[in-house]
């Protein structure tokens, strides 16, 4: 089996519709970005050590197939629309559960307590980048409103499975730097 097609040479990629696009379009670059952040949740749920984390981040890999499946066509009759309000809710339930079990914070923490919860800030990063992307393609093109707040709740997912990944270590405060 051949990987290579030889067809994007030139710099132009194949949507899953079929139609020609070059590969910096903003397009490529939305579901590029939702690939790279499924590969990057993989790559933490090596690092979590909570079960129950590791298989909602499976889970939600799973799901991303679906997202970047929407972006990468603008024919819905090839790919029809995947992400349903059904999804959010499922977010927004994993997001009040984990911030329900960690104290309240009222300052920023410093990213790296531990590998899992190092990873999952950067897939955080990850996601609010690709949600940015969308926002931009959004602005020349149709784009489902569901795609768009689950990629947005998604980044809080991450937030509150990082910050509880925290809770058991000794995490770092941000404090301002007064010598500046």
């Known amino acids: 089996m051949q990987i290579y097609t030889k067809t994007g040479d030139k710099g132009e990629t194949s949507l899953f519709d079929g139609k020609r696009v070059r590969k910096d379009e903003v397009r490529v670059e939305s579901y590029g970005t939702i690939d790279e952040l499924n590969s990057y949740i993989g790559f933490a749920r090596h690092f979590v050590e909570d079960q129950d984390i590791a298989d909602i981040l499976q889970r939600i890999q799973r799901e991303l197939f679906d997202v970047a499946g929407e972006l990468a066509t603008t024919d819905r009759d090839k790919f029809p629309e995947k992400i349903e309000q059904s999804h959010i809710d499922v977010l927004e339930r994993i997001i009040d559960t984990y911030l329900e079990k960690i104290d309240k914070m009222d300052a920023f923490i410093i990213p790296g307590s531990s590998k899992g919860s190092a990873a999952l800030h950067v897939a955080r990063t990850i996601c609010r980048r690709g949600e940015r992307r969308i926002l931009r393609l959004s ?28 809770t058991e270590l000794n995490y770092v405060v941000f404090e301002k730097n007064n010598e500046s």
């Open 139 to 166: 602005r020349e093109e149709p784009v489902s409103e569901h795609l768009m707040k689950y990629v947005n709740r998604l980044s809080d997912v991450l937030y509150a499975l990082a910050r509880f990944s925290e």
